[in-house]
């Protein structure tokens, strides 16, 4: 079960990507297929102690960036290193894709060469995010800008999924981003995807608002990419905000370090619980294989979590149970659609 990682994807690559790489295999035994430039990757590499059997490498010439269109990327650089680790899936020589390089390179990658599942109209990104209690998962998070009613319904199926089997949350709430909990607020979107979600066997809990998400009290909220990448960058500069401006108070005084002092593991544990290198990445659901996204700015422990949030995520079989979970949802709906055209047929006879 080997995972082939994007050498040259992020904004530290390819030395912490190389790094987390050997991390994942040394401490946790996974085996990975570093892919990227030989040259450079055998160079990092060597600064490791590594198991060659776990550890291996592939040679791709060319680099995807960050800022290069993604459809052209991919269908330009063939021997880029985010498309060869693409590659390696579909031949099955590898089971997951790794890549904290250019996001939506990853998700054209992704549809391109491994294809939606069956059912699925978009993927959606994921992220794990941190709350009072429990991790909740946010979803679309930047996968899909233009929605449709029809997409967050199929994004909550795979929330709700991801939930039961990576989180291990029975029965998760799943509920809908919206600027009101009254049914009446939102926009068209979020009203039509509302009265979708009420249909369903979920655990819908209805509209939530953006400070229910780190109340612990919702395990799915689900929102169009837009919305959704907005909320994750809101909260990941508050989070530096914030951490920042408690280094100053800290060192503003004597009284304010011996406070630190006192107080230091209940901040080491904060810190554990808002690091986004503890998370490693988001997966991009609804493919036809496991994809993680991590962080452009990722470092080494990020790039392990990444990881080995892939292998739990092969060893799930997430996408078999995504893919169930959206036939048996085409399949109810299919029913009750014909039930209604029965109805009407024999309301017309009568």
Not at 164 to 169: G, N, P, S, T
Not at 214 to 234: E, M, P, S
């Amino acid at each position: 079960m080997k995972i082939a990682v994007d050498a040259m994807g992020g904004d530290y690559a390819p030395s912490v990507v190389v790094e987390g790489a050997i991390l994942a295999a040394s401490e946790l035994g996974l085996s990975v297929i570093l892919v990227g430039d030989m040259e450079l990757m055998k160079k990092e590499a060597a600064k490791h102690k590594f198991d060659s059997v776990l550890v291996t490498f592939k040679h791709a010439s060319e680099v995807v960036a960050m800022d290069e269109s993604p459809a052209r990327a991919i269908r330009q650089k063939k021997d880029s290193s985010l498309r060869v680790c693409f590659d390696l899936v579909k031949k099955g020589e590898a089971a997951a894709v790794v890549s904290a390089g250019n996001s939506g390179a990853a998700l054209a990658a992704g549809v391109f060469l491994l294809k939606r599942l069956k059912g699925v109209e978009r993927p959606a990104i994921a992220v794990s995010v941190p709350t009072k209690k429990d991790p909740a998962v946010l979803l679309d998070v930047g996968g899909n800008v233009d929605c449709k009613s029809s997409h967050l319904l199929q994004f909550a199926l795979m929330g709700d999924v991801y939930a039961r089997y990576a989180l291990k949350k029975t029965n998760p709430r799943v509920g809908l981003l919206s600027n009101g909990e009254e049914e009446a607020k939102g926009n068209d979107l979020t009203k039509e995807s509302n009265l979708l979600l009420k249909k369903t066997s979920l655990n819908y809990i209805g509209h939530v608002e953006g400070g229910d998400i780190f109340d612990g009290n919702v395990d799915v909220i689900v929102a169009d990419g837009f919305v959704g990448n907005v909320v994750l960058k809101v909260s990941e500069g508050l989070v530096e905000a914030v951490t920042s401006m408690l280094k100053e108070e800290i060192v503003a005084s004597a009284s304010s370090k011996v406070g630190y002092l006192l107080a230091k593991k209940a901040f080491k544990n904060l810190k554990k619980k808002i690091d986004y290198s503890e998370y490693g990445g988001a997966p991009l659901l609804g493919l036809n294989g496991v994809c993680i996204i991590s962080h452009g700015r990722s470092n080494a422990k990020a790039i392990k979590n990444a990881i080995v949030r892939a292998h739990e995520s092969i060893e799930a079989h997430l996408s078999a149970h995504i893919s169930e979970e959206i036939n048996r949802s085409a399949v109810q709906e299919a029913g009750k659609i014909l039930v209604s055209d029965n109805a009407t047929v024999l309301s017309e006879a009568d």
